[in-house]
């Protein structure tokens, strides 16, 4: 283990600051583990954590609401396909059904990379790994997302055009937005969706704005990583050969020891 520098990366002997290390032990990502340290929830070898700015050696022990973090696994991504009526949440303070909860078993613990709220549908990645989940999720790795809406409503093929310049709505400037008009019937049409920040019910809010209302949004892709067949509910991992080539630089955390 190593200090870390200035910059973030390990450089001496200290070891690694907690938050990437809880976050490659797929805890949460960096910046929630901060939360959760100014919480008073994470312990270091027995004792409350004051601050982030704390170091991880081999042998200490981390505790996150009394339960001991085991050490790094190898990196994993799956894709699921998550139905609507589930939040993408590990706890909801309603009691409403989350993600996590409906998962098939056997898996580990996993965090989402971005969130699709209760009422979306489609492709969902999940990963053991926080500090992939904070790099995907990230503006500058340009994957775009992609859905298909239905919506009711007239559906004006200019003004979706238009949003390939950007939109503000409400006070809120979103960048630009890739729709296409894909089929009609009657009151209801199909619209492709393409964007690439993905925030907050994005889709559902110019959708809103340009006078349609969103009865259905399943997101169809996420980057390079499509929804295809997956039946709703099914968890499928992606092979660590499929993520490294999307991801050089990803590397299993553990390698097997050679003979």
Do not use: C
Not at 92 to 109: I, M, N, Q, S
Not at 231 to 248: F, N, S, T, Y
């Amino acid at each position: 283990m190593t200090e870390e520098d200035s910059n973030g990366e390990d450089s001496g002997g200290r070891g690694e600051r907690i938050a990437k290390w809880a976050a490659r032990a797929g805890v949460a990502s960096r910046r929630d583990i901060e939360r959760m340290i100014e919480e008073g929830r994470v312990k270091l070898n027995g004792q409350v954590l004051q601050h982030p700015a704390s170091f991880v050696t081999d042998g200490d022990i981390v505790q996150v609401d009394g339960k001991v973090i085991e050490n790094a696994a190898r990196t994993r991504l799956l894709r699921y396909h998550k139905p609507a009526g589930l939040v993408t949440t590990h706890k909801d303070p309603e009691g409403r059904p989350t993600v996590f909860e409906k998962l098939p078993p056997g898996l580990p613990r996993l965090i989402s990379i971005g969130r699709l709220d209760l009422n979306s549908e489609g492709l969902l990645l999940l990963t053991n790994d926080g500090e992939l989940a904070r790099r995907l999720e990230r503006p500058e790795t340009g994957w775009v997302r992609r859905y298909r809406v239905r919506v009711n409503g007239f559906v004006d093929e200019k003004a979706l055009a238009a949003l390939a310049k950007g939109v503000t709505v409400e006070g809120e400037r979103y960048g630009p937005i890739e729709a296409g008009l894909d089929s009609r019937k009657g009151d209801n049409a199909w619209i492709s969706v393409s964007l690439r920040e993905g925030r907050n019910r994005e889709v559902r809010r110019v959708m809103a704005h340009l006078g349609l209302q969103t009865s259905r949004l399943i997101r169809v892709a996420y980057g390079p990583f499509q929804l295809g067949v997956l039946p709703k509910g099914a968890a499928e991992e992606v092979p660590m050969k499929i993520l490294r080539e999307q991801l050089p630089k990803v590397e299993p955390k553990h390698r097997a020891p050679k003979p």
